[in-house]
């Protein structure tokens, strides 16, 4: 269990940010049990399942064994309402999500997220001969949760909002100490800042409803179509809408989880790309046999080119099988129970890891080489490929992701080639993985 308070967290967090995430599982895994070991992490008793059948498990018994839980530092940068409220709260909202991004839903904004990248490459790519892909991929996934979510296009707005929420990840899985200047301190105050943000654009929006409600004409029709628009017109069982605060909440959540996570897959298949020239030509032939087919005119993508991108989502998804965005999450026991012969009481956390499976040699054969063809046909095995989670809490965003993925490497592989200026660069962990200089590379347009 390590130190007392402490344990293994800095273990657990440096391996991270040296950039070897799987090395803390992997060294324990060889030590006790290539199933479950215990250590204590972020303050918390905690049992890490490793391996498919693990995962099977944590995601086949949400609810009945285990409930999702998450570190206090989190807990304190999100004071929710639905914390004081019960834990229907959270289900109810597990139900209306899935209504605002599933496919249905979402296909209205692919000409959307089309026309955000056209702008985003002609004001951050072109014309440069060197940028820095990170940065670059952090804008364009905010810039596109910004407009879907919020209606937001002013690029000085989104640049406003932009700011704090850097501070907010880094905040997020970080030793809780609320001392001026360190980074969880910075968190809570980028988290205040933002809600009061929201507030003002919810309470405008409001008002805005109102008098289209009142007018029946369709001015600012457009504008209702955003997933706050959504989130304040639906209704539950009852009838009842959601609080403001309540609205502001899932907003914050949607804006984290649908920015920072994509960024860091999209910087990753730029770096991969930069090093498979055979690859990067077989997605390149794809894509521009999908722009031919659209003809000369400027038209956007739509839905029916994003599903013929097939390759293309192969290779994102080979990549996030490499460099996962997530690197896992926690669960906590509701009552004692038995897994693979030891018994977990109830309290403890649980933690499972997506570096387990994905980088697993009985999972994934010759685990360490770049091979998209294992996602064609039947893909791979159930529960091995796991960087969307499974279960009834599986990642809501994830067709979302694969919108605004597939949209970014169309636009990218069609203006440019590129290499990569430091071909050694480090990946760190923290708690994102992220090259240590922002990935700078070297474009060469068409």
């Not at 692919?110 to 056209?118: E, F, K, L, P």
């Not at 032939?285 to 080119?305: F, P, S, V, Y």
């Not at 669960?331 to 977990?344: M, Q």
């Not at 309290?347 to 499976?357: A, C, E, I, P, Q």
Request: glycine share 6%; proline share 7%; with cysteine.
């Amino acid at each position: 269990m390590g130190l007392p308070y402490i344990g293994e967290s800095l273990e657990f967090l440096n391996s991270g940010r040296k950039g070897f995430p799987e090395k803390f599982i992997y060294d324990r895994m060889a030590k006790y049990s290539s199933q479950v070991f215990k250590t204590s992490i972020l303050g918390e008793p905690t049992v890490v399942v490793c391996g498919a059948a693990a995962n099977k498990f944590l995601f086949s018994n949400e609810n009945k064994l285990v409930q999702a839980w998450w570190p206090d530092s989190v807990n304190k940068i999100f004071p929710s309402s639905t914390q004081t409220s019960s834990k229907e709260e959270a289900k109810k909202m597990r139900k209306l999500l899935p209504n605002f991004l599933k496919p249905e839903a979402l296909m209205r904004y692919v000409g959307m997220m089309d026309s955000i990248a056209q702008k985003h490459f002609e004001s951050g790519w072109e014309g440069k001969q060197q940028v820095t892909v990170f940065a670059l991929a952090k804008r364009f996934t905010f810039s596109v949760a910004c407009k879907v979510f919020l209606s937001i296009e002013d690029s000085q707005h989104v640049a406003k909002l932009a700011v704090p929420f850097d501070a907010l990840a880094s905040g997020i899985i970080s030793v809780p100490i609320d001392l001026p200047g360190t980074p969880f301190n910075r968190a809570i105050k980028a988290s205040k800042f933002i809600r009061k943000e929201l507030m003002a654009i919810i309470k405008q929006r409001k008002t805005e409803l109102a008098a289209a409600a009142a007018s029946s004409t369709t001015t600012a029709h457009h504008r209702h179509q955003d997933i706050l628009s959504h989130m304040l017109l639906a209704t539950d069982e009852n009838g009842q809408h959601m609080s403001e605060l309540d609205v502001a909440d899932k907003i914050l959540g949607l804006l984290i989880g649908g920015h920072d996570t994509a960024s860091a897959a999209i910087t990753f298949i730029v770096k991969f790309l930069a090093g498979l020239p055979h690859i990067y030509n077989q997605v390149l032939n794809e894509q521009m046999e999908i722009a031919k087919r659209k003809g000369e005119g400027e038209q956007l993508l739509n839905w029916e080119d994003i599903q013929k991108m097939k390759y293309s989502w192969n290779v994102a998804c080979e990549v996030m099988r490499l460099a996962p965005p997530l690197q896992g999450s926690f669960r906590e026991a509701l009552n004692d129970f038995v897994f693979s012969g030891f018994t977990i009481p109830k309290g403890w956390k649980l933690y499972w890891s997506v570096n387990s499976t994905h980088r697993n040699p009985e999972c994934f054969v010759e685990p360490e080489k770049f091979d998209p063809t294992r996602f064609q046909g039947r893909g791979p095995a159930p529960y091995t490929y796991v960087p969307f989670g499974g279960g009834p809490r599986m990642c809501p965003g994830k067709e979302y992701a694969r919108l605004e993925i597939l949209v970014f490497i169309h636009n990218i592989v069609r203006r440019f080639s590129w290499l990569q200026i430091l071909p050694h660069e480090k990946i760190i962990v923290d708690p994102l993985p992220m090259p240590a200089h922002g990935l700078p590379v070297r474009l060469f347009p068409h």
